[in-house]
């Protein structure tokens, strides 16, 4: 089974730093997805960015990167310039590729989350 | 795009009655997702549907639970004879995919808070 660990449950940066959240994954499989997910305090799950673990080349949205590390299965979320709307919990989960034949496994594994304090 | 809503948003009931929840995706997407979320914790995946056909059930969806899609539009998620470990936020997720299409990322509703007196 797939496992998504996330070590820190909470981190805090000053308004305009960068901060780094950590992510690690154990799975057998050798094509997957990535993902960060945002859940401020509306409770509404918003995707942040997203990588396919085929791709080298790391993800990028805007304030927002990834740095992916296949081989340490490591999937670290960058987020530069913070600013106060960033605050929330960020989950990093894992999917399966689905097989061309269709079915398999669809849902998200998640991590337990770390909680993201942006201080003025 | 109204996105995915969830009905309603919060439910308080006692101990050992049925609840439904309802999810309505975003019109365009065929599949469907139901997690469940505890306090501190992230989503854990119960169960999902690709148009009506539910295709895969995790080991946490218990026989006390069934979900439906009976159209293939909208989704009920059922909880008998509940218990206070159900006491959870249950959330609804929908995405765009099939057989050869890339995975399109899951998009969520605001969720339901089940609280078990």
């Known amino acids: 089974a797939q496992t998504v660990t996330q070590s820190q449950p909470e981190m805090s940066v000053q308004e305009a730093e960068t901060v780094t959240l950590s992510c690690t994954y154990d799975?057998?499989?050798?094509?997957?997805?990535l993902f960060w997910y945002k859940q401020p305090p509306s409770r509404q799950m918003i995707l942040v960015i997203r990588?396919?673990?085929?791709?080298?080349q790391n993800a990028t949205e805007n304030r927002f990167s990834v740095n992916f590390q296949k081989a340490a299965k490591s999937f670290s979320l960058k987020i530069s310039d913070s600013q106060l709307g960033d605050a929330a919990m960020y989950f990093c989960a894992y999917r399966p590729t689905l097989p061309y034949s269709g079915g398999g496994a669809d849902g998200l594994t998640f991590g337990k989350g770390t909680h993201l304090i942006i201080q003025p | 795009d109204t996105g995915v809503s969830q009905d309603p948003r919060h439910k308080i009931t006692k101990r050992g009655q049925n609840v439904t929840f309802r999810c309505d995706p975003i019109?365009?997407?065929?599949?469907l997702y139901w997690y469940r979320q505890t306090l501190g914790q992230g989503p854990e995946f119960l169960t999902y549907f690709q148009n009506e056909a539910q295709l895969e059930k995790s080991r946490l969806l218990s026989d006390r639970f069934s979900a439906e899609r009976p159209k293939g539009s909208f989704s009920t998620l059922e909880i008998q004879r509940t218990e206070q470990g159900d006491s959870a936020m249950y959330l609804c997720?929908?995405?765009?995919?099939?057989?050869?299409?890339?995975?399109?990322?899951?998009?969520f509703g605001d969720g339901t808070r089940l609280s078990i007196l």
């Open positions: 990588q396919e673990a085929y791709k080298q």
């Open positions: 997720a929908s995405s765009l995919g099939g057989t050869l299409s890339v995975n399109q990322p899951q998009h």
């Open positions: 019109s365009e997407h065929n599949r």
């Open positions: 799975t057998s499989e050798s094509d997957y997805y």
